[in-house]
């Protein structure tokens, strides 16, 4: 039996305000920044959110400043702000992030420590609201939040399934919010085995299965139970596996990198919307290459993020 559903995806995470440096340099000399936002949960959604997909987002602000202009930005992308909660005891999480015009990663510092998200937990994320969507989609940052996003996250997943909706699961490390590596692999193997789909980059999938090769990081999650593991190779492109098969996908090649954060962000936003849509692998994959390519030609996380009819032109051209 169809289930009926109000939203396409659920996600959730922390929202992070974000001054981003206007000029080139180390951060401490830097007098000059913009205002956005930050955070590769929502940077998801936002993609999702401008393909045409409904999508609900779930978080925690501080009552400040920081706040209502994440509140106010999220709505403007088009995403149900109706489960963002404003915590009046705790502050929203920042973050400072350097520009670089070589190409290169840039520096970013982190001011999150005890922030309104970091105290989310399950009653945030009720069944009634998972039972109304298609999909969940969650990454391996707020479970190294604390032990209430840890106990979300997993609550999150086990419910969605239940409920006969589809998981897709970034491990997208942070391994300075864990207490150890150990830890942190401990959690987000276990979690990563809840999910229809699993999407980690080849240094994380190294670093969580002790294996060095897309088919070896596959065999893994698939051995656990997962249906579809997508390895990130960078402008290589990406390695996709399930039970029956296994293939390479070329990347697209850019003329200019500008910012590489939210690369796996658009990746990921590709290849979940082309898989709700019914497309086959291959064509899922080059997707998420293709807006992973978008991602990196544009100066901050989610701003080259593509509309419908820019992906279009793109992939037809």
């Given at each position: 039996?169809?289930?009926?559903?109000?939203?396409?995806?659920?996600?959730?995470?922390?929202?992070?305000?974000?001054?981003?440096?206007?000029?080139?340099?180390?951060?401490?000399?830097?007098?000059?920044?913009?205002?956005?936002?930050?955070?590769?949960?929502?940077?998801?959604?936002?993609?999702?959110?401008?393909?045409?997909?409904?999508?609900?987002?779930?978080?925690?602000?501080?009552?400040?400043?920081?706040?209502?202009?994440?509140?106010?930005?999220?709505?403007?992308?088009?995403?149900?702000?109706?489960?963002?909660?404003?915590?009046?005891?705790?502050?929203?999480?920042?973050?400072?992030?350097?520009?670089?015009?070589?190409?290169?990663?840039?520096?970013?510092?982190?001011?999150?420590?005890?922030?309104?998200?970091?105290?989310?937990?399950?009653?945030?994320?009720?069944?009634?609201?998972?039972?109304?969507?298609?999909?969940?989609?969650?990454?391996?940052?707020?479970?190294?939040?604390?032990?209430?996003?840890l106990a979300l996250s997993e609550h999150a997943m086990k419910t969605m399934r239940r409920v006969g909706g589809s998981v897709s699961f970034d491990p997208n490390l942070r391994p300075s919010l864990w207490k150890d590596r150990e830890t942190m692999r401990h959690h987000l193997n276990r979690l990563a085995s809840l999910a229809d789909v699993v999407l980690p980059g080849l240094s994380e999938g190294e670093i969580l299965t002790g294996e060095s090769t897309p088919q070896g990081v596959a065999e893994f999650y698939l051995s656990q139970g997962v249906r579809e593991v997508v390895i990130k190779l960078g402008p290589e492109g990406a390695w996709y596996q399930n039970d029956s098969t296994g293939f390479m996908v070329p990347g697209v090649k850019v003329d200019r990198v500008v910012d590489t954060v939210g690369a796996g962000d658009g990746f990921a936003t590709g290849f979940v919307s082309a898989w709700l849509e019914g497309l086959p692998a291959e064509q899922c994959v080059a997707r998420a290459n293709q807006i992973g390519a978008f991602a990196v030609q544009a100066s901050g996380d989610m701003e080259g993020l593509p509309t419908r009819d820019a992906l279009e032109r793109a992939m037809s051209s």
């Open positions: 039996m169809t289930r009926s559903t109000t939203f396409d995806v659920i996600a959730f995470g922390e929202t992070m305000a974000m001054m981003v440096a206007d000029d080139p340099g180390e951060l401490a000399e830097v007098t000059r920044f913009t205002k956005r936002i930050a955070g590769a949960d929502n940077n998801v959604a936002i993609g999702l959110a401008r393909l045409g997909l409904t999508v609900g987002w779930v978080s925690r602000v501080g009552d400040d400043s920081f706040g209502r202009f994440i509140r106010q930005t999220l709505a403007g992308e088009g995403l149900d702000v109706s489960r963002l909660s404003t915590d009046e005891r705790y502050p929203t999480g920042f973050q400072l992030k350097s520009r670089r015009d070589d190409g290169g990663d840039p520096a970013v510092e982190y001011f999150r420590r005890g922030s309104a998200a970091s105290h989310m937990g399950p009653e945030d994320v009720p069944e009634s609201l998972l039972s109304s969507a298609r999909h969940l989609h969650c990454t391996g940052i707020p479970p190294a939040l604390g032990e209430g996003p």
